[in-house]
């Protein structure tokens, strides 16, 4: 659960906020995608081999919220999907919710585990979309799908809240016009987590 993350971010009123636009979506392309393929040569056939990059710097991204464990006493092994339960609201008619689980290591590399994201005018239906009510609090369900993982003694595990995924998936405008609309808007969106309104991320712990 969230709560046995501590918060890296300022925060009031138990909420944590992002200010989410479409040109800060656009530069964080780097610090999003989670692989890179990379290409070589072996006898002579250029073969395709996936590497992970180090996420450890969009953790001090301003449109990134970060919520961060205390080093582990012992190693800790995951095994089976993880369900996330978001308390938000924000300022549009429309925004993503991106969801990662990173393990960090003692030296700071910070490894994607798993991946998740919401779009909110699909909340409740994929083929009949709905927007947000400006200021309204909702509870999404985001789905990183299943994990088989150990996060070592040392190492620490983080969850990283973002309002954009690009290139992996397209970019919202925050208008509920979708990607291919005429107009942008800024948007704040808020992550709650206060009694009432408790964010949470369940974990599927296979220690014995």
């Keep these: ?65 970060v919520y961060e464990t205390d080093p582990l006493g012992e190693d800790l092994t995951l095994a089976g999907p993880i369900p996330v339960s978001l308390q938000v609201s924000t300022t549009g008619t429309d925004a993503d919710w991106v969801v990662r689980l990173i393990d960090v290591h003692p030296d700071g590399f910070s490894q994607n585990l798993a991946v998740g994201i919401l779009r909110g005018r699909y909340r409740d239906s994929l083929t009949e979309p709905s927007p947000l009510a400006p200021g309204k609090v909702y509870e999404l369900s985001v789905d990183l799908g299943p994990v088989a993982a150990t996060i ?55 220690n014995p």
């Design 1 to 65: 659960m969230l709560s046995i993350f501590r918060r890296l971010m300022k925060h009031e009123g138990g909420a944590t906020a992002i200010e989410y636009t479409l040109i800060a979506s656009l530069i964080a392309v780097a610090a999003i995608v989670a692989m890179r393929t990379v290409g070589t040569k072996v006898n002579g056939v250029r073969v395709l081999r996936k590497r992970l990059d180090d996420q450890r710097f969009a953790a001090s991204r301003p449109d990134v919220l």
């Design 152 to 206: 070592n003694k040392g190492h620490q595990m983080r969850v990283d809240v973002c309002g954009g995924y690009f290139p992996l998936f397209d970019r919202n405008p925050n208008t509920g016009e979708g990607p291919y609309g005429s107009k942008t808007a800024i948007a704040t969106e808020n992550v709650l987590h206060r009694p009432g309104a408790l964010s949470r991320l369940i974990l599927p712990c296979r």
